[in-house]
């Protein structure tokens, strides 16, 4: 039983941890699941982010848009296609709309040019649910700085999981010339793609406890895997088939 899921928000606001915690509860309850993340997953994706990293020039906003567009098509047509098509869960940290949001509301490229690229990129497919986790920019940024600053040891698998690593690969420091007007900007952005999809976005507060976050993002999504099970049922199919 197939069910596509992302991820959205600026930083700080616990993409990495709430999508880690969604595919350790789906796995419990005996769904199989690909967790993939944007810029990585693939080959190219994985390249690129070890590219963004190292680099000390800044991209154009055109550049960064054909760069992301570009693994985005191989993590489409290589791992997320496939897993859907095998009625997997597919569950994304960042996906198309973050070009929109970063590139299009943050840097002002013609969002037409944004929708041909991601169009492309996405061969069609978004997500069936998409969770924008919202948080104040001040307190985002602020997070993702404190959580850059931490080095006492830990494993990768730990740092990754609360938030450290990925802070050090953050937008917010390859965006970090453009100050908080560019993080407003996008943050607004991501506010009007939501309102403009409502059946597909769920906003959430991302300043609360992460336990209580994890939670609404498990209520929407146990709710919609009740409805395709419903469906297939319908259909005369058992679920996961």
Known sequence: MSLFISFEGGEGSGKS?????????????????VRVQEPGTTDLGSHLRSYLKSTSSPLTPEAE???????????????VLPALEQGKVVVADRYADSTTAYQGYGRRVPLRNIRSANDLATAGRWPDITFLLDVPVEIGLNRARVQTSLDDGRDDGQRDRDGSKRAEESDEQRFESAGVAFHKRVRD???KLAA????RW?????SMAEDLLAQQVWDRVSRDLEIKVTEL?????????
């Open 202 to 206: 769920t906003v959430l507060d991302a």
């Open 189 to 191: 952005g991501y506010l």
């Open 65 to 79: 848009i054909f760069l992301f567009a570009a693994a985005r098509s191989e993590l489409v047509r290589r791992i």
């Open 233 to 241: 049922e319908g259909m005369g199919r058992l679920p996961g088939f």
């Open 17 to 33: 941890t709430q999508s880690e915690i969604l595919c350790d509860r789906l796995a419990v309850q005996g769904y199989r699941v």
């Open 196 to 199: 403009r999809e409502p059946e």
